[in-house]
């Protein structure tokens, strides 16, 4: 049956007009010319910041003016303005990619696999997030350099070097569109294909809805290429599902990739660490949250609400049952299930007993808040995990939680969450995986993601930074050397008119204290003194203790770190990791009570509007079958209104051009296109390259690629051969292989590797290798078993946009034939004699070395300069320079 709204789409949204470019110039400019004519009266004060630097300055300015006329917005609002069609760059190529309805049902039982029962439970049910609206697949954007492409189909070995990118955006606004211009700075960089999915955003599509798509795009990506030549990254949002699905895939035995790069991870929503009671002076994040308008999306009903939905509901169904008892049979929530969904949290402010009704987090509610997939600090350990690269931001609201997340990696067990989330299973795997390698970065007075200002110095320095990083991770992986970009004497942004403090860039220094960043205190004889130890991007130091911790300043010049026992996050008591604190539910209820009473009419008649829909049925009848409660944003309870309104519409209309947001692109995409002009100009053929060693050359005592093998290989024999999940997946791939024309997906080109390079190399695995007769099969897409999983591999057609158009139902079909192997991360253009025997056959094994852990710093040791009250996050706590 189906249910029909009787309310039109504005009224649902608050009766608003919807954001546009002109509306918000007119709320950014103010902040623009005030910030041009500050600056250059205010230049003592901003000395030795990364404001020193007008666009840097400016560009703090305009998002966080955004961010600001953004709070009187509806969700709805700033999602349509944040993913809005932006057109490429000619010389950058992009291509249309959905991934497989195969791979999200596999990442869905892997999903279900980790949560277990309690943890089913808790999110609702196993079957509600699965849900996606009609006519809407799961879609992918590869985004390469056009020069890239044109020489990965000359030279095979160009396309062993894959990235995928998680974009970030709180977990729900942003998008493919809107990051583009960071991403093809990352694939320019780097010389590589970038591959985003477009995933689910909150809050109609709450956790685990998204962490489902991004862990389908994984498995798809590494049906078609060796996870070798794949690393990870992601900002914000995406850092911290970068880390959530790194620990479902090392928990169910899937191969883990080379490496990952995680740009200030969101990796805690409970805040509770020192550096959110901040006042944000150097970050563009709002100290008090993010809050918006009142719509149908956000916020969702409370308990109270959703008690008087409940009734309405039952009411129109004729049903009566008692407060306390479940609803049995039906998709309607009693009033304690409906608590567990939207529970209060209790503080003590100024002596007074406040309480929060309304959900915190637009990503989940508040009860999930603590689940270790939504805030990886307590997961209870975070090692066996590939090479990790954590930049954070030394003047972002979180980067004490970045600081201990970072040291958590290396030195799992002296991390420990509190002994509440340790149960059997969780002290089994702290005593199985041995510590990650790190590379932690600390960008001094840098704001949250400083590669989204990618036309200012500092990210010019963090994008070099990371492009170095992954090279040494695929060469570590792949055993080759790696080539990466170089363009540091052509670049724009190393222009000395760039900045605004008389400094030149070019000439060698030491680094000089600013007053908010005074040096290390000289008893600590390693890190006393304050002359720079390196520079942004150059090779990879031996790793210390599983760890290179580097302080880095906007110059891009490396200076040691303070040790833990000098870092606020590092001294956080273990029992408060995961506890909200005072000071930030303060900031956060004054701003709710602000919008509330600003906005009290726009809300009565959302909540008249959802009334009218409960009635109707359409609120909880989701039908997804008993034991399924969607948390109270989720879209899928109103799945019934959804479908209709889709059924509804006769085509899906084209996205518009976002103007806005193709200003600020080009914005962003300026210094690649002048960098490649001043190519031309120079007469270079092409941007001079460095090569990264992967050896012994740098980053001595990093665990092998090997290790992250085997160590995947022993846990899929400890799951009785792998889980249900993997065995559900070999089988649905082994069907798929005899089936042609029912996949649709974008893979790497079969004739990447010739069967030259093959015997040149001497890459005949074990004489496994055999050429074909018939020449079409080198261009058949293929299936064959990698580290013990079956696996699928394509080579499609490319599907090119001009970036005058926009359509992503532009789709290629390819059909999956033959068996293949894969060498180098690519495609062969020969076949298997027969079927491996074991996955030990094309699976490198090595046996894993011990290693000892860290010692955490003790808990109640005070940084100089803070009081103990400071260090368990209690009051407001400066920048990290002042704690250094």
Known sequence: MRYVSRRNSRRARGDVSAMHTTGVSLAVTPAVVSTFF???????????????????HQGIAVVRAFLDYAAHRTVEDIQAFTSPWVPHPQWVKVDKVE????ELSRAADLLV???????????????????RKPKSPLRAEWIEMKADYEERQRNPEAGNRVMLYVHGGAYYMCSVDEHRYQIQRHARKLKARVLAPRYRLAPQFPFPCGLQDCLATYLHLISQQDPSTVVLAGDSAGGGMILAMLVILRDSGIPLPAGAALISPWCDLTHSFPSLAGDASLDYIPPSGFHHKPSMAWPPPNQEEMEELKRVAMEQRGIKTSDSEPSVGTAIPASGEAARTTPRLVFTIDGEQVELKEQIQLYTTNDLMIHPLVSPVLQPTLGGLPPLLIMVGGGELLRDEQIYLAHKCAHPSAYLPPEEFLDERARELIKKYKPTDVQLQVWDDMCHVGPTLAFTRPAKYMYRSIAQFAAWALARAQKTPVDVRNDSNISVVSDTSSTSDNENPTQPRSAAPSPSQPPPP?????????????HAGDPLPPFESHMIRQRVTRHGEILPLPPPSELPGCCMPREQVGVTKVETARKWLEQRRRLDERYRKVRARVHATRLRE?????????????????????????????EEEVAGKEKKKKKEKGLGLSWWSSWGSKHDQV??????????HRTPTQVVQGGDEQGQGARGFEELKEQAREVREARGGGSEASERATA?????????????????????????????????????????????????ATTTTIAGQSAVHSAPEEVSKDGKGHDDDDLTVTGVTGKRVMIGGVATPFSLRKEPDTASMITLESGGTAVEDGERPAADTPSPGADKEKVTGADETAPLGSKL
């Open 38 to 56: 500050s600056h250059y009266l205010n230049r003592k004060r901003l000395a030795h910041k990364p404001t020193a630097h007008l666009p840097y």
């Open 99 to 102: 991934i497989p309805e195969a």
């Open 732 to 780: 649905a791939h082994e069907n798929e292989a005899g089936t042609e024309g029912d996949d649709e997906q974008e893979g790497v080109q079969a004739s990447a590797v010739s069967s030259g390079r093959s015997t040149a190399e001497g890459e005949d695995p074990k004489g496994l290798a055999e050429k074909p007769s018939d020449p079409a099969a080198t261009a058949a």
């Open 614 to 642: 409960a009635a109707e049925g359409a609120l909880f009848d989701g039908g997804f079958g008993e034991g399924e409660v969607p948390p109270p944003s989720a879209l899928a309870r109103r799945r019934w209104v959804i």
């Open 522 to 534: 000289p008893s600590t004889s390693a890190n006393s003194t304050y002359t720079s130890v390196g």
């Open 113 to 131: 696999n980790h949560l277990g029962p309690d943890g089913i439970r808790r999110v609702g049910g196993k079957e509600w997030w699965r849900w």
């Open 675 to 684: 960098v490649m002009r001043r190519e031309e100009r120079a007469g270079l």
